[in-house]
């Protein structure tokens, strides 16, 4: 298609995410139809399908894409006019998440991660990412040549980072445990999370569905609704607690830092973000009863 060669794959670093979203309702609903022939009812009524669904956040995804792809058509005189014609977002103003794991829930999830996801694959996963508040996106892409045992590190490269940023992630031994794991279950693949077949990566999506999927049985054991990205919220509020300074906690994250130090401060703090993964890992290893991950202090 060429609204994905000459714009989804040249201006958007995750063209994967967009032909997702795409494949996902947009071809579900119209594969066969002429875009000229698509009514501004017809848009209306998705995007509706979308949100009645329980997924307002990827109307409002969905409902920009298609209005690009009109923009596109017009400009390339593939189509005169667009029906993409929203006067608000459909599924209303996305307002910041501020969803956080309490010890409780932690624990419950801690202490019988399989239990709560069916998948050893996942909970590796969902148990990394609560270890070291990175993305889905970049444990989802990351390469086996990226995790050193021996140092204990994870480096991310720029192009796997949201923020276009590269870092090294310090691994306290019990997330070196979750990734030895994954590296059993790799079978070969020289990604972390493969495909069945191994070739390619995983989609970060598949993540994402996966928790979708368990989130009754998490809530069996009294942990309330969540997603991914909220275990990386936890793990930020988490380093508040034992007095972590909060730019080496932001850190940690890989956001920026704000002003001519963000500029210019290209020590890569990396020391500091090792002790701070180390006290968050040894107070979710109470948490867990896992007494015999052995942790530095």
């Not at 970049?138 to 995790?147: D, V």
């Not at 070739?199 to 979708?212: D, E, F, I, K, S």
């Not at 054991?221 to 509020?237: I, P």
Request: proline fraction near 6%; charged fraction near 30%.
């Amino acid at each position: 298609m060429e609204f994905m060669e000459r714009y989804v794959r040249v201006n958007r670093k995750r063209p994967s995410d967009a032909e997702w979203l795409f494949g996902r309702d947009i071809l579900k609903e119209w594969k066969d139809r002429d875009a000229r022939s698509i009514t501004p009812r017809e848009v209306v009524d998705l995007l509706d399908s979308i949100v009645d669904r329980g997924a307002p956040v990827q109307a409002n995804r969905t409902a920009r894409l298609l209005g690009q792809m009109y923009r596109f058509g017009i400009q390339r005189r593939i189509v005169d006019s667009s029906p993409v014609i929203l006067l608000t977002p459909p599924g209303g103003r996305e307002k910041p998440r501020e969803r956080v794991l309490d010890d409780r829930e932690l624990a419950a999830f801690l202490r019988d991660p399989e239990g709560c996801t069916r998948y050893p694959k996942l909970a590796h996963a969902m148990t990394i990412l609560l270890l070291t508040g990175q993305r889905r996106g970049e444990l989802a892409r990351a390469k086996w040549s990226e995790i050193d045992f021996d140092e204990k590190t994870w480096t991310i490269p720029a192009e796997n980072s949201k923020t276009g940023r590269g870092h090294v992630v310090p691994l306290a031994d019990w997330a070196i445990q979750e990734f030895q794991a994954l590296k059993r279950l790799a079978g070969g693949s020289r990604w972390v999370l493969p495909t069945e077949c191994g070739g390619h990566a995983a989609a970060p999506a598949l993540l994402t569905r996966g928790l979708a999927r368990c989130l009754p049985r998490f809530k069996a054991r009294g942990v309330s609704e969540f997603n991914l990205h909220d275990l990386r919220r936890t793990c930020r509020t988490g380093l508040a607690a034992p007095k972590i300074e909060p730019h080496i906690a932001e850190r940690v994250l890989n956001h920026a830092h704000p002003g001519v130090a963000g500029v210019y401060d290209r020590h890569a703090y990396l020391a500091e973000k090792r002790d701070a993964l180390e006290k968050w890992a040894k107070h979710l290893c109470t948490l867990s009863g896992r007494l015999e991950v052995a942790l530095r202090t």
